[in-house]
């Protein structure tokens, strides 16, 4: 069944969480990306863009709370990306 999702267009303060994810790599939950933009973001601002990221399909999520960016390409055939 084809992917029915709507291309989602990225605010400026989204590629900047996004941008970060990829910079830093990893897991990471609302509460930890609330600490690390601290003051920037307040805690409903980063859940808003976290949820952002997840419609656009350019994260991955993790037991519905931690997303990590999705790579900008595709592992090497027999590269593991869970190995982190």
Same mark, same amino acid.
């Given at each position: 069944m084809a992917d029915a999702r709507r291309? @989602?267009?990225?605010?400026i303060? %989204?590629?900047?969480l996004l941008t970060?994810?990829?910079r830093e790599g990893g897991w990471w939950d609302v509460s930890r990306l609330?600490?690390?933009? /601290?003051?920037?973001w307040p805690? %409903?601002? @980063?859940e $808003?863009?976290?949820r952002t990221l997840r419609q656009s399909g $350019? @994260? =991955? @999520?993790?037991? =519905? /709370? %931690?997303? /990590? %960016? /999705?790579?900008?390409?595709p592992?090497?055939?027999?590269?593991?990306r869970d190995a982190h």
């Open positions: 291309p @989602v267009e990225l605010s303060e %989204a590629s900047a970060m994810l990829r609330t600490h690390h933009w /601290r003051p920037t805690e %409903a601002e @980063v $808003q863009l976290a $350019q @994260v =991955d @999520v993790r037991f =519905d /709370r %931690a997303i /990590r %960016a /999705r790579p900008l390409h592992s090497p055939i027999g590269g593991s």
